[in-house]
């Protein structure tokens, strides 16, 4: 059974750097063809994709965040890290993450998600 | 990377069918065959209804289909049921190797 629950702070001040932790168990990260993604949910708004960890250390970014996030994992740990830099108020939202689909040449979907964490930026 | 455009609402009667669209552009929804949708009720998270377009993972009701023409693709739900009010969101892979949702849509059961 696939799980994954997100944890890290859940008030950050603007213009500080927010670090979340997706901690998992079920697969490994190591695995060929395994991904982790993380997308957000501003209250009342859309789902926005932000970024994807693959098993092989590739990383793909939302283009107008790339500056600002960093994606890393701890293979050992069963952790997926997500920072992202210069927080703004507008960052408010709440953060998942997620694994993608592992069976080739039908893997661009999120089959199973975190709960969510919920991070507010305000001084 | 612009979200998908789908309408804010939908609403219908129990039993009806309803249909949502979600538009995007060749470098995504009209690119590839890989379209998925997602339910959420409030407060929870998204739950996997429809991936490549018309698949279905084990367990999601057939009241629930997919298809896709040119950049559109949509999720019918037949025999609308009153757990089927939610809010509902497409994504798409892309040209550039991301990922891109829709704005959702709030489907209510009259």
């Known amino acids: 059974q696939i799980t994954l629950k997100e944890s890290g702070p859940t008030l950050v001040k603007p213009t500080q750097t927010l670090t979340l932790t997706c901690t998992f168990s079920g697969f490994s990260l190591s695995t060929s063809g395994v991904a982790v993604g993380w997308i957000r949910q501003p209250p009342g708004k859309a789902l926005e994709w932000l970024a994807l960890m693959y098993w092989d250390d590739d990383k793909r970014y939302r283009p107008s965040l790339k500056s600002r996030l960093t994606i890393a994992k701890d293979t050992s740990k069963n952790q997926v890290v997500l920072t992202m830099t210069n927080m703004d108020p507008v960052d408010t939202a709440t953060y998942y993450c997620a694994h993608r689909r592992v069976v080739a040449a039908s893997r661009h979907a999120y089959d199973i998600w975190g709960q969510g964490t919920m991070v507010i930026v305000s001084s | 990377q612009s979200a998908l455009t789908q309408p804010a609402s939908v609403s219908g009667s129990p039993g009806q069918s309803i249909t949502i669209s979600c538009t995007g552009t060749?470098?995504?929804?009209?690119?590839?065959?890989?379209v998925s949708w997602y339910q959420q009720h409030p407060g929870k998270a998204p739950k996997l209804m429809i991936f490549d377009v018309s698949d279905r993972p084990s367990g999601v009701s057939n009241r629930f289909s997919g298809s896709k023409s040119g950049n559109t693709a949509s999720l019918t739900i037949s025999g609308l049921q009153a757990e089927d009010e939610a809010d509902y969101y497409c994504?798409?892979?892309?040209?550039?190797?991301?990922?891109?949702f829709g704005t959702g849509t709030k489907v209510s059961v009259l």
């Open positions: 994504s798409s892979y892309t040209r550039s190797s991301t990922y891109v």
């Open positions: 060749s470098s995504d929804v009209g690119g590839f065959n890989y």
